[in-house]
C-alpha cells in the first residue's frame, strides 16, 4: 500500500470517528433548552398512537399534498374546515433523524377550530394530537419569510406544554407552499386573541406614584 492511500484512509478514518462527537455537540444547545422547560418543550408524551398496520401509506416519487389531505380529512369533525397545511419539524429537536433532514417531521394542520399536529415516520403517521383553540395559553403566529416561506411558530397549552415549530417550506410545490401560507395566515388571523408569549405567572407591581 502506498502512503498517499495510507494517508487518506487513516484521515477517513479520524473524520468518522468525529462524526458521533459532532452530532453530540451539536445536540447540547437543544438538549439545554428542553431540559430548562422541564420536558414541557416539544413533548409527545400523550399523543394519541396510530397503529401501522392498515394504513394507506404515503406515495414515494409523487406528489404527498392528497396524502396529506386525506391524513387530515379523517380527524375533521362535522362543520370543521381546513384553513392550510405544511410539513414542519420541532426546533429544537432530540431526535437526530430530524437534525439530518431526514425522517420525523411533522405535519401540522390549522382548522377553523384546531391546530392537528401529526409526526410522520416512514410513509406512514406515527402518532398525533388535536388541540383545541380553548386549549391555548398564549400564540407567536409564524410571520412572512423569504421567497414566500414562513417563519417560527411559537404557541403554549394551559397544560403548561409547548411548541415551537419550523416549516420546511415546499419552494417547488406551489400547492404545498400556497397551503403553508394559507396556515400561516390563519394563525395570524387569530392571533390577536392571544398573548404572543406566556403570562408573567408573578407580574411586576408598579408602586403607587
Same mark, same amino acid.
Request: glycine share 8%; with cysteine.
Given at each position: 500500500?502506498?502512503?498517499?492511500?495510507?494517508?487518506?484512509?487513516?484521515?477517513?478514518?479520524?473524520?468518522?470517528?468525529?462524526?458521533?462527537?459532532?452530532?453530540?455537540?451539536?445536540?447540547?444547545?437543544?438538549?439545554?433548552?428542553?431540559?430548562?422547560?422541564?420536558?414541557?418543550?416539544?413533548?409527545?408524551?400523550?399523543?394519541?398512537?396510530?397503529?401501522? %398496520? !392498515?394504513? &394507506? =401509506? *404515503?406515495?414515494?416519487?409523487?406528489? @404527498?399534498?392528497?396524502?396529506? +389531505?386525506?391524513?387530515?380529512?379523517?380527524? #375533521?369533525?362535522?362543520?370543521?374546515?381546513? %384553513? !392550510?397545511? &405544511? =410539513? *414542519?419539524?420541532?426546533?429544537?429537536? @432530540?431526535?437526530?433523524?430530524? +437534525?439530518?433532514?431526514?425522517?420525523?417531521? #411533522?405535519?401540522?394542520?390549522?382548522?377553523?377550530?384546531?391546530?392537528?399536529?401529526?409526526?410522520?415516520?416512514?410513509?406512514?403517521?406515527?402518532?398525533?394530537?388535536?388541540?383545541?383553540?380553548?386549549? #391555548?395559553?398564549?400564540?407567536?403566529?409564524?410571520?412572512?419569510?423569504?421567497?414566500?416561506?414562513?417563519?417560527?411558530?411559537?404557541?403554549?397549552?394551559?397544560?403548561?406544554?409547548?411548541?415551537?415549530?419550523?416549516?420546511?417550506?415546499?419552494?417547488?410545490?406551489?400547492?404545498?407552499?400556497?397551503?403553508?401560507?394559507?396556515?400561516?395566515?390563519?394563525?395570524?388571523?387569530?392571533?390577536?386573541?392571544?398573548?404572543?408569549?406566556?403570562?408573567?405567572?408573578?407580574?411586576?407591581?408598579?408602586?403607587?406614584?
Amino acid at each position: 500500500m502506498d502512503d498517499n492511500r495510507l494517508i487518506a484512509l487513516v484521515v477517513a478514518a479520524v473524520v468518522i470517528s468525529l462524526v458521533p462527537a459532532a452530532i453530540f455537540l451539536a445536540s447540547i444547545p437543544a438538549m439545554i433548552q428542553i431540559w430548562a422547560s422541564r420536558g414541557r418543550l416539544n413533548s409527545k408524551t400523550g399523543w394519541t398512537p396510530v397503529p401501522q %398496520e !392498515g394504513q &394507506a =401509506r *404515503a406515495p414515494m416519487g409523487a406528489d @404527498l399534498n392528497p396524502w396529506f +389531505r386525506g391524513v387530515i380529512n379523517r380527524h #375533521l369533525e362535522p362543520g370543521e374546515t381546513l %384553513e !392550510g397545511y &405544511a =410539513r *414542519a419539524f420541532f426546533r429544537p429537536s @432530540l431526535d437526530l433523524r430530524t +437534525r439530518a433532514g431526514l425522517l420525523g417531521y #411533522l405535519l401540522i394542520a390549522m382548522t377553523s377550530r384546531r391546530i392537528l399536529l401529526f409526526d410522520l415516520g416512514v410513509r406512514t403517521v406515527c402518532r398525533y394530537c388535536l388541540i383545541k383553540f380553548e386549549d #391555548l395559553e398564549y400564540l407567536c403566529a409564524p410571520q412572512p419569510g423569504r421567497w414566500g416561506t414562513s417563519k417560527s411558530l411559537r404557541f403554549g397549552l394551559h397544560s403548561g406544554r409547548e411548541y415551537q415549530v419550523d416549516f420546511r417550506g415546499p419552494l417547488l410545490s406551489a400547492e404545498g407552499m400556497g397551503q403553508e401560507q394559507n396556515l400561516a395566515a390563519y394563525f395570524r388571523s387569530i392571533g390577536p386573541r392571544f398573548p404572543s408569549s406566556r403570562p408573567d405567572p408573578f407580574p411586576t407591581t408598579q408602586a403607587a406614584a
